[in-house]
C-alpha cells in the first residue's frame, strides 16, 4: 500500500469513528431530552441560542463557512490525488493472469544496475508513473560517456522487466564527495 | 488491507467532500447577499427553523431515525478500514445434490508458494486469494538480483498458474502476479 493510501486509510478511520461517536451522541442527547432530563454531555441550549444571536454575515460564522470549504476540498484532494502508484503492469503474455511489479523493488533493481556501472559509487533511483529517475554518484575522476552507460542500463533494466507502458528515463549524476 | 477499502474510502470522502463544499459555498453565498441583502443578516438558526419541530412529535424520532442510520454506516466504514477481503475457504461444489467440496484457500496457497519457491531465482513467494470484484489468487514473487525474470514469469504463468487453476477447477480463474525484482541479493534457499 502506497503512503497516499496510508493517509486516506488513516484519515477515513478518525472521520468514521467521528461520524460514530457524534451521531450516537446526538441520539443520546434527544431521548434525553424526550424524557425530560437536562443536557447529558453536548450543551446544546448554548449552541442554539449561539445560533440565533449570531447573523450569515458575522465573521465568525464566516470563518467557519471557509472551514467547511476547506475541509471539504481536503477531503477530495484525498479521494481523487492518485500519488505513485504501488505497482507497474508488465506486458501480459496469457490471458486470465495480470503481472505487476512493485514500484519500490523496481526501484531498488534500477538502482543497483546504475550502481553497477563502472565509475559509479552509488546510486538511487525513483519511479513514478511514466519517468524513471535515478541519481547516480561518481567517483572523483570518471570517465566521460558515463551518463550514456547509466541510462543505458537503466534502459537495459527496464527493457528485462517489460513494462506495460514504456517509461522516460532521467539520469542525474553527482561527484562523490571525497574529502 | 483491502482494494476494496481504498475505493469505499474514496467514495465516502467524494460524497462528503461534496456536502461540506456545498454547505460552506452555499453559506457563503447567503452572507454575501446573493440570496437578496436582508438574508445576509438574518441569524443563523432562524425563528420559523428553530420552531419547525414543535408541534410535530415526529420530527425528533425522525431525526434519531436518520443518525442511527448515519452510525450504522459510519461503524461499517470503520470496519471497512481493517477487515481483509481474503478468503480462507473456496467452495467449489458443482451439484448440491452430490454433496459439498470445500478448498482450504492456505492448503492451495501452500502449494502455489512451495512450487514457485522451487524456481531458479524466486527467493520468496507469498499467495492470497482474495475476494473483491471475483475472486482471484495474487501471488508476490521476491526475485534474486541474478533472477532471469523472462524465465521465472514464463515458468510462474505455464506452471504455476496453470497448477493452481487446476487445483480450483477453473480453466480462467484470475490470477495477479506481482514480481519484486532485485529485492535480495542471494537466494534464502539453495540446492545442497
Redesign the interface.
Same mark, same amino acid.
Do not use: E, P
Given at each position: 500500500?502506497t503512503a497516499a493510501?496510508w493517509v486516506?486509510?488513516v484519515? !477515513?478511520?478518525l @472521520?468514521?469513528?467521528a461520524?460514530?461517536i457524534g451521531?450516537?451522541l446526538?441520539?443520546v442527547e434527544? &431521548?434525553a431530552?424526550?424524557l425530560g432530563r437536562a443536557p447529558a454531555l453536548i450543551p446544546y441550549p448554548e449552541w442554539?441560542s449561539w445560533?440565533?444571536?449570531? !447573523?450569515?454575515?458575522d465573521w465568525i460564522?464566516?470563518a467557519v463557512?471557509?472551514?467547511?470549504?476547506v @475541509?471539504? *476540498? *481536503?477531503?477530495?484532494v484525498?479521494?481523487?490525488r492518485r500519488g505513485k502508484p504501488a #505497482?507497474l503492469a @508488465?506486458r501480459s503474455? #496469457?490471458?486470465?493472469?495480470?503481472?505487476?511489479? !512493485?514500484r519500490? #523493488? &523496481?526501484e531498488? !533493481?534500477l538502482a543497483?544496475a546504475a550502481a553497477r556501472t563502472t565509475g559509479i559509487a552509488g546510486a538511487s533511483a525513483s519511479v513514478s508513473r511514466r519517468t524513471a529517475r535515478v541519481d547516480a554518484r561518481t567517483v572523483a575522476r570518471s570517465e566521460p560517456g558515463i551518463r550514456e552507460e547509466v541510462e543505458s542500463a537503466v534502459r537495459g533494466r527496464l527493457d #528485462? @522487466?517489460?513494462l506495460e507502458r514504456r517509461m522516460r528515463t532521467r539520469v542525474d549524476l553527482t561527484m562523490k564527495d571525497t574529502r | 488491507m483491502s482494494s476494496r477499502a481504498n475505493v469505499i474510502n474514496r467514495v465516502v470522502l467524494t460524497v462528503l467532500g461534496l456536502l461540506l463544499l456545498a454547505a460552506g459555498g452555499l453559506g457563503f453565498a447567503l452572507s454575501v447577499g446573493a440570496f437578496g441583502a436582508s438574508r445576509a443578516t438574518y441569524p443563523v438558526l432562524s425563528q420559523e427553523v428553530s420552531t419547525f419541530p414543535d408541534g410535530r412529535p415526529w420530527f425528533w424520532w425522525a431525526v434519531v431515525g436518520v443518525l442511527l442510520l448515519i452510525a450504522v454506516l459510519a461503524l461499517l466504514w470503520l470496519l471497512t478500514q481493517v477487515k481483509a477481503d481474503r478468503t480462507t475457504r473456496l467452495d467449489l461444489t458443482t451439484n448440491a445434490r452430490d454433496g459439498y467440496t470445500t478448498l482450504h484457500a492456505t492448503a492451495l496457497t501452500n502449494a502455489v508458494e512451495d512450487e514457485a519457491l522451487g524456481i531458479a531465482g524466486v527467493t520468496s513467494a507469498t499467495a492470497n486469494v482474495h475476494e473483491h470484484r471475483g475472486r482471484h489468487a495474487l501471488l508476490r514473487v521476491e526475485l534474486a538480483d541474478s533472477a532471469d525474470m523472462g524465465e521465472v514469469r514464463t515458468r510462474l504463468e505455464d506452471e504455476v498458474v496453470a497448477h493452481l487453476r487446476e487445483g480450483v477447477g477453473d480453466p480462467h480463474f484470475p490470477v495477479t502476479i506481482e514480481l519484486r525484482p532485485g529485492a535480495s541479493r542471494t537466494p534464502q534457499r539453495s540446492i545442497i
Open positions: 500500500m493510501n486516506t486509510r484519515v !477515513s478511520a @472521520l468514521a469513528l461520524l460514530l451521531s450516537l446526538a441520539v434527544i &431521548v431530552a424526550a442554539t445560533l440565533r444571536t449570531h !447573523s450569515w454575515n460564522v464566516n463557512l471557509g472551514g467547511l470549504v @475541509l471539504g *476540498l *481536503l477531503f477530495l484525498l479521494a481523487f #505497482s @508488465l503474455r #496469457s490471458g486470465g493472469v495480470d503481472v505487476t511489479a !512493485s519500490r #523493488s &523496481v531498488k !533493481s543497483t #528485462s @522487466l517489460g | -
